[in-house]
């Protein structure tokens, strides 16, 4: 169990990485191109170049975010329940059942990554091919998938979530 636990953790600071990579291109791209703009020098395809940078932000920082249990959830609910064998079968249903929203965008995802690459598609003005983003983020939400499967099956099984042992340690 604690295998998979760091391999994953691993995959997804990894992919963390990435995302900030992207967010940090992201943000030199609009201090260029609003300094160059000042200096009336326009770049064309920096809208496009922005598109396409938004996708790995995005997708990956949801894996990331799952993974730490930094991602927004309710859990008023939940918190309620002081029996924790329940409170985790609870929490890790959920989770698994949140997951099937999570495959549904994949496999959406994937239909529309292998569609647009079968056209060759390319972005506007530039010309860049979309089809490595547009399968950075079927990765992306692939991983988001088994997070949330490994983290549902583990609270299933009895044992306490990663968030559980620091909500110890801050009440302690």
Not at 46 to 74: C, D, G, K, N
Not at 81 to 90: A, D, K, P, V
Request: charged residues 15%; hydrophobic residues 55%.
């Amino acid at each position: 169990m604690h295998v998979i636990d760091r391999i994953l953790s691993r995959i997804c600071d990894a992919a963390g990485i990435l995302g900030v990579l992207a967010i940090v291109s992201l943000m030199l791209l609009t201090v260029v191109t609003v300094v160059f703009r000042a200096m009336h020098i326009a770049f064309p395809g920096t809208y496009s170049i922005a598109e396409l940078l938004l996708i790995p932000a995005v997708s990956i920082s949801i894996a990331y975010a799952a993974m730490h249990h930094e991602h927004t959830r309710a859990v008023l609910f939940v918190d309620l329940i002081r029996n924790n064998r329940l409170r985790r079968g609870i929490h890790g249903a959920m989770l698994v059942l949140g997951s099937l929203f999570w495959v549904t965008v994949a496999w959406a995802t994937i239909r529309e990554a292998i569609r647009r690459g079968a056209q060759n598609e390319l972005s506007p003005i530039i010309n860049i091919p979309v089809a490595p983003f547009r399968w950075s983020m079927a990765a992306a939400i692939a991983l988001v998938c088994v997070v949330l499967v490994w983290q549902g099956y583990k609270l299933l099984r009895g044992m306490p979530s990663d968030d559980e042992h620091t909500d110890l340690d801050k009440s302690a």
